[in-house]
Structure formats: C-alpha cells, structure tokens
C-alpha cells in the first residue's frame, strides 16, 4: 500500500507566478517572439480530420464483439479523445479563429467536443483562462486539488485510485473550488452533446457509445497521455511550479508539454511553441524537465513524498477578476 505521504498541506508562497516576469524579459530581448502570436490555420483542419476519424471509428465498432470493443476503446479510442481534449484546450485560447472571432472558436471547441461525449468544453474555457490569470490562485486555480483529495489519497494505493479517477476529480473540483452561473454557451454545450449523443446511440446502436464514453474516461485516467496532468504543475522540485515535458507524446497533444513556453506565451499556438524554445533557449534549457509521462505517473505514485498536495498554491490579493 506504501507509507502515508507526509505533506501535509500545500506549498504556499507569497510571491507572484514566475510566467509574467519571464514573459517581459523575454519579449525585451527577442520582440521578434511577437510575430509567433496569432492563430494557427492549420488547426481547424486538423481538429475536423480527427473528429471524422472518431466518426469512421464509431461506424467500424458497431457491429464488433465486446472484447474488441473495449480494446480498440483504450488502444485507440482513448488517445484520439484525449487529443480531442487538448484540441479544445487549443481553440479555448482562440488560435483556431483568432480573437476577432471568439464565438466562432467557441462553437469550433462545441464542435470539437462531440466525440468526446462529455460536454465540457464551453466550461473549460471559463476555468482554464483562470488557471492562467491566477495560476495556483486559491479559491481560483481549480487544477488545484482539494483539501480532501490531499488528505484522503496519501498512500500509493490511493494515489494510484486517484489517478484513475481524475476526469470525475476535474469534474466536480470547480463546483467544489469556484463555482459559477451556468451561461447560455454552457447550455448550449450539453444540448448539443446529448442530442448528438442520442442521435449516435439511434443510428448505431450501443458499442459506439460505450466507445466514445470509456475512450474520454480511460484516457484521462490511467493512461500514459494522462502524465501531463501531473507533469505539468505537481512539485517534484522545490521552488519549481511549471514543468515542460520534451518526448514524442508532444505529436499527439498540440505540444502541450511545452508547459512554461505555453504559460509564459498563451496566445502562441501549440504548433509553434518549440520555436519560442528555441529562440530563447537561455530561459528554458536550465528549468527542469521531462522526457517520460510514464515516468512521471510511476513517479508520482512510488515516491512517498508527492501527494495531491504537492502544488504551489498563493493567496490572491487586490481585484481578483474572473472569467
């Protein structure tokens, strides 16, 4: 089972995030950086390539037996949905359509969403711009775990449960951390969802809903794609809130390893984050780093140290405004 974890509670400091700082030093130094922003023409196609692939899938899985089913629902089903989910994190920072044409990104993500199964993506983007705006911002930041997910998964064993069940821990955190009014895109988001839902259970019946429902669930549980919920922002260094992950999975998540180049540059496409490494390696080349998601879930799991309390987490001050 392993022993308890001994943290207590969450690393607090009193100190701002460290993206901002290094964004203007960096922008003084190579302004050239500025011509990387923008949105990225490429992704519209790529994200409509991929949500007709799950579209094929759904017709080729239909008339399956049950055991292929369920392979081909983590083999496959699961990588391309949870590639679909950082899509959305793609187009939830505008670069499908640019900022002059935000509610066409917002209908693109709903689009986007669909073989998904769970609607999500018009409140992602809500709680992601806050994650950016207050990163580790308490009662703000809900990709910080809660008081009991740090209390109760302490153990191995436990880690290991909650990592299997982090898409219904990503679920519930905001109604828990930082709830707010349901808006008419929210709205809008699951009548779509479940009407396209029907509609799929209609026409094919019900393996390929089970397909895309346990593809969504499977891949942001245990799963190696999954790594990068931990890699990102868990404290495996003291003093070290951001981490960027390096490896081949970048092909598949939109360069999403690319974790401080994409904190200290949100409006840059994932697409082009490794040139913003690569023009100002200095800032980058000494942070610390992965090149193994796997790793870091077996990491995370194994070392009796780290804990869903092993985040920075600061108190906000001044005019908190959020999405």
Same mark, same amino acid.
């Given at each position: ?73 983590y ?39 669909? &073989? ?25 930041? =809900?990709?910080? &775990? ?9 153990t ?14 990503y ?7 930082? &709830? ?6 929210? =709205? ?6 479940? %009407?396209?839902?029907?509609?799929l259970?209609?026409l ?7 397909y ?8 942001m549980?245990?799963?190696p794609? %999954? ?8 404290m ?44 100002? %390696? ?11 998601? =796997? ?8 070392d009796?140290?780290?804990? &869903? ?10 005019? =908190?405004?959020?999405?």
């Amino acid at each position: 089972m392993g022993n308890r974890v001994p943290r207590e509670d969450y690393e607090w400091v009193y100190t701002d995030q460290p993206h901002a700082d290094r964004r203007k030093d960096i922008l003084a130094k190579y302004p050239e950086i500025k011509t990387l922003m923008g949105p990225d023409p490429r992704l519209k196609w790529i994200v409509c390539m991929m949500v007709l692939i799950q579209f094929l899938a759904f017709y080729l899985v239909k008339d399956l037996d049950w055991k292929w089913v369920l392979f081909w629902t983590y083999a496959f089903g699961s990588c391309i949905n949870h590639s679909m989910t950082l899509a959305i994190h793609e187009i939830s920072h505008n670069t499908a359509f640019g900022n002059s044409r935000a509610m066409w990104n917002r209908w693109f993500a709903m689009f986007a969403n669909l &073989p998904i199964g769970l609607p999500y993506s018009a409140s992602f983007k809500r709680y992601h711009l806050d994650h950016h705006r207050y990163l580790g911002g308490d009662g703000v930041d =809900v990709d910080i &775990p809660t008081e009991f997910e740090g209390w109760f998964f302490c153990t191995r064993f436990r880690k290991f449960v909650w990592i299997i069940l982090q898409p219904l821990f990503y679920a519930i955190r905001p109604l828990c951390i930082n &709830p707010k009014p349901i808006t008419r895109l929210e =709205v809008a988001n699951v009548a779509v969802q479940l %009407s396209f839902n029907v509609a799929l259970y209609w026409l094919c019946g019900a393996k390929p809903v089970v397909y895309m429902m346990a593809g969504s669930l499977l891949g942001m549980g245990l799963h190696p794609i %999954s790594g990068h919920f931990i890699a990102e922002h868990y404290m495996f260094l003291k003093g070290h809130e951001t981490y960027s992950y390096y490896g081949s999975l970048n092909l598949l998540t939109f360069n999403v390893g690319y974790h401080n180049e994409h904190h200290d540059f949100p409006s840059i496409p994932g697409r082009r984050l490794p040139l913003v490494k690569k023009i100002a %390696s200095e800032y980058y080349d000494d942070l610390p780093q992965y090149t193994s998601w =796997v790793k870091v879930l077996y990491d995370f799991i194994m070392d009796d140290r780290l804990s &869903p309390y092993s985040r920075v987490k600061r108190r906000l001050t001044g005019d =908190v405004k959020l999405e």
